[in-house]
């Protein structure tokens, strides 16, 4: 399959995304002089931002992409919940999923940057699981969604308390019922809680801290390894590793393929992953093949790490950069 034809298949896809929402505050200003109460910097600040974070910039990622996103989390009833919602309606995203919640606070990271430099991040979060009475309600409002029909859902867990693993146990075979793809981009939590999901995309630190193994980045036996080893214990079909500076390595049932990172100039890492599960999951959906989800992936990853802050790209920066590295070839 040609790449324009996958890329015209994003088109129209529904796209679930199931997870930890959160709300990326940002401070912007400049430093020049000490306090003189303290021996820290001032700042005088110069403007404020709001954005989403968390699984919101995964459905932001799917938005860009061409395809339909619809978020499933839980907010809380707050101002940065009311915040959220805001920057979801300007984005016209299906809020459909969301459930506000008296009984939880939502998740704001605060960075203050000054002199176009992060110095410092406050986290303001809840991380207990949600109750068992959200996990129906959300349960109940997805299969709402899967009724008028999903192309893909993806899990974006973070570690805050949405995906539990009654929860994932629950969608990952509600999602079997309708024969809906499954995607994952996991954490430490419930690494190994995500059983018969169609593709697994740990990064290396997760991969060797899910399993408690050494992996050799460079060595592909050593990766091929691990995710053989994974795939006995999860189930998954398709195991997608991003290797950061080494580029990615992808596996299903028949092959393998690993591809280095191409040369960039890193302006931030943040964000990169969810760029990766957002491209990797369209491409699945759009029937690519495992060697050619690793290679869109891995300019997406890499195009990503390139752009300053959370941020996202289009096919057109896809399409764009695949035929520049291959006309280097």
Known sequence: MSLKSIFEKFKGK??????DLMLDAYIIGVVSRISPEAPVPVLDKKTSDFRLGGAGNVV???EALGAIPVIASVIGNDPAGNEILQLMAKKNISTSCLVVSNQRQTTVKTRVVANNQQVIRIDEEQTDDISDELVLNLLLLIEKELKKGLTAIIFEDYNKGVLTEKFIASLVELAKK?????S???KKKNFLTYRGVTLFKPNLKELREGLNIPIDPLNVQSICDASSLLEKKLGNRITLVTLSEHGVYIKDSEKQTYLGAHKRTIAD???AGDTVIATATLCLAAGATTSQIAEI????GGLACEKAGVSTLTIAELQSEYHRLNKNK
């Open 297 to 300: 992936a891995n300019i997406a």
């Open 178 to 182: 309708y024969a809906v793809i499954t």
């Open 269 to 271: 890492v943040s964000g």
């Open 14 to 19: 529904r796209v679930l995304v199931v997870g």
């Open 60 to 62: 932001l990622n799917i």
């Open 184 to 186: 994952v981009d996991p």
